[in-house]
């Protein structure tokens, strides 16, 4: 080691003599730069440490200070946190990450604070998803307490180290000149939009666990998690409709608290109550049993964080996606309206397929996108991968599964090759009905028949004639389904001959009065326009709701006519979500409008949203059902906000123009 000679004592002399503060200081410094060429990473979050420990340190005193001045309890909480985050900002600029003062202190300043929230919501996930998700935790919440603090802790410092305090490194020339340094900047641009949505949906995570004023579990997702603790009992994938659910839920209980794996051959239910489950693909189910199987926890709160995690990834597929096409300011406007979207960041956490498809959805669509070069190789890869990414999509929820038609006709309009766009289709779509094959083969075994979604389109087509008011007297609830297929001798509305007998129905009915069906398609367009979503607010003013109304007689448009004031108490969430999504639906037409050069490209974003509202007005229509492609039209609403994208220059896409004269994006 050497060292400077100011700091070197050849004799008794400079022992005697006290070293200035001064040469203390410099000395100090020289310590912690050895240190950090020396440990690197580590040194850096040690002083990290030490400066959160001071910090800790102001916290108190700060907030003991506040408080003997008179200042409420609140505000000298939340004065003190600010004061305690600003010492902390001050000290790591000036020592922990010293190289970082050039940059400017105000946005670093801004972004410790983003970096320290989301450091906050960490620990607190983990603290309290650990005391409720396990037994031990449950009894030892200190123990929870520090693991959250711990990953807190690294988290921030994480985000300090890559983010924060990042040096500023200058391109070079080479990279100046075919513009890998806007591409570098879109990319941490991207991964912050994926942070913000990841923050959002660990706040709306921490919301459902607090019980204030946040719709409960329906019955369907009750039912996903007793399927799952039977599979994982071995049970199989079961269902019942007989109403007598306890030998499922006596399952699933012993599994929560005593980690009972019960042995496949062991009677463990009513096998005559309890027949094999043909409603819905099994993926959420599975997932649940893997829970159980792989950490055994309760998988509430996993299922939760899996699926804040897979919605998180496809506000960076959509910033990405749309960053190929448009400006780098409508790619993060896109990706901040879908991270801040209520309905969206609500249902990624509400344990329900419908917050996690939306990321094979979009994956579909990028993998569709990204197939369209010259290398006939990469090209079949990357549709091969399209139909991948659909198939286990289509095991949580399968009502996207045809929509590779949809993409294949607007990659038609987009680049003029017929034959191209049909060979896309049939192979994205021989591949998803590949992945889901197993499932059509077990079905096939238990019924004969080849079912590769569901044995309930019967059922829903029959529930769409009677959403409102019709000629044929048709009630739209499911009870009524159930009171049918009972009356028809059916163990339950969704068995496979209950299907074929409700499909029979529905035929009968257009073929009597194929006016009433337009009718009804008519009646549904409104609502597939503004499609007013839920958020999870459990609204206190809700007195009576629409399927009330309906045993009564009444549809939607008679309950809101007699009565509109109520509505607008009863259900304003739903209807300011409605306004956004009508925003957006305008806005992607005025896209269409200004844009018409670039019609095809355009209509291909639109064309998963486009599909699924199509699919569910011509059956029957909800607006939860058309959630998972909503990033289509929030890509419009963006183009507006944006001003277009008249800064294509600054786009993170290098276009080439194909024989049609379209531009095509690739990135390098």
Request: charged share 15%; net charge positive; proline share 5%.
């Amino acid at each position: 080691m050497v060292l400077k000679k100011s700091h070197c004592f050849a004799n008794e002399q400079h022992f005697e003599r006290k070293m200035p503060l001064s040469d203390q200081i410099n000395y100090l410094k020289h310590l912690k730069q050895l240190a950090d060429f020396k440990f690197g990473t580590f040194s850096r979050f040690c002083q990290f440490c030490f400066v959160g420990g001071t910090g800790m340190v102001v916290d108190l005193l700060m907030y003991a200070l506040f408080l003997s001045g008179g200042i409420p309890l609140i505000l000298a909480r939340g004065a003190a946190i600010w004061v305690a985050m600003t010492w902390n900002f001050w000290l790591n600029r000036r020592v922990t990450f010293s190289y970082s003062r050039e940059l400017p202190a105000f946005k670093q300043y801004f972004k410790f604070l983003c970096s320290c929230s989301l450091g906050a919501v960490f620990s607190w996930s983990v603290a309290v998803g650990l005391t409720l998700g396990t037994h031990f935790f449950y009894k030892h919440v200190f123990f929870a307490a520090i693991i959250g603090i711990v990953i807190g802790t690294v988290c921030n410092f994480l985000l300090s180290l890559s983010w924060v305090f990042r040096p500023k490194v200058a391109p070079s020339p080479a990279a100046a000149k075919d513009g890998r340094q806007t591409n570098s900047l879109t990319q941490r641009s991207i991964v912050i939009v994926g942070i913000i949505a990841l923050l959002t949906r660990l706040i709306f995570m921490g919301w459902t666990w607090t019980d204030f004023y946040v719709i409960q579990d329906d019955s369907l997702i009750r039912i996903y998690f007793l399927q799952g603790a039977g599979i994982y009992a071995g049970c199989g994938y079961v269902r019942s409709y007989t109403g007598d659910w306890n030998n499922l839920k006596d399952v699933q209980n012993k599994i929560n608290t005593q980690g009972l794996k019960a042995l496949p051959e062991k009677e463990l239910i009513d096998t005559e109550n309890f027949h094999p489950e043909t409603v819905h693909p099994p993926g959420m189910a599975l997932l649940i049993a893997g829970i159980y199987a792989l950490t055994g926890l309760k998988p509430e709160v996993p299922v939760q964080l899996i699926g804040a995690l897979l919605d998180s990834l496809a506000v960076c597929l959509l910033a990405y996606m749309a960053g190929k096409f448009f400006s780098a300011k409508v790619a993060i406007l896109a990706g901040i309206l879908y991270a801040l979207y209520p309905p969206l960041a609500y249902a990624s956490i509400s344990k329900s397929p419908d917050g996690m498809l939306s990321v094979f959805v979009i994956g579909c669509l990028v993998c569709t996108l990204e197939g369209n070069q010259d290398d006939i190789r990469k090209k079949i890869a990357w549709w091969i991968a399209a139909g991948l990414v659909l198939g286990l999509g289509s095991y949580l929820r399968p009502d996207y599964l045809l929509v590779p038609f949809a993409i294949g006709v607007g990659l038609f309009l987009y680049t003029r090759r017929f034959l191209l766009s049909i060979a896309s289709i049939l192979l994205i779509q021989s591949v998803a009905l590949i992945v889901l094959f197993p499932w059509a083969y077990r079905n096939h075994q238990l019924c004969g028949r080849w079912v590769f979604t569901t044995t309930t389109t019967g059922w829903a087509l029959v529930n769409g004639l009677g959403q409102y008011n019709n000629p044929w007297g048709i009630q739209g609830l499911d009870k009524y389904r159930d009171i049918e297929a009972k009356e028809q001798g059916f163990p339950s509305p969704s068995s496979p001959e209950a299907d074929r007998y409700f499909q029979k129905v529905f035929w009968d009915a257009v073929k009597s009065k194929p006016w009433g069906y337009v009718e009804s398609i008519a009646k549904r367009l409104p609502m597939a326009i503004i499609a007013p979503q839920s958020f999870g607010f459990d609204n206190p003013l809700i007195t009576s709701r629409f399927a009330e109304s309906m045993e009564k007689g009444k549809d939607r448009f008679d309950v809101i006519l007699s009565n509109p004031l109520y509505i607008v108490k009863a259900y304003w969430d739903w209807l300011l979500m409605g306004c956004i999504s009508f925003a957006s639906f305008l806005c992607s037409l005025f896209m269409l409008a200004c844009e018409r050069r670039r019609f095809g490209l355009i209509f291909l974003l639109l064309s998963p949203h486009l599909y699924s509202i199509v699919i569910h007005v011509l059956v029957v229509y909800e607006p939860r059902y058309v959630l998972p492609s909503m990033f289509s039209f929030l890509i419009g609403l963006a183009y507006v906000l944006s001003r277009g994208w008249k800064e294509c220059d600054t786009s993170i896409a290098s276009s080439r123009q194909p024989a049609n004269g379209n531009p095509v994006a690739t990135v390098t």
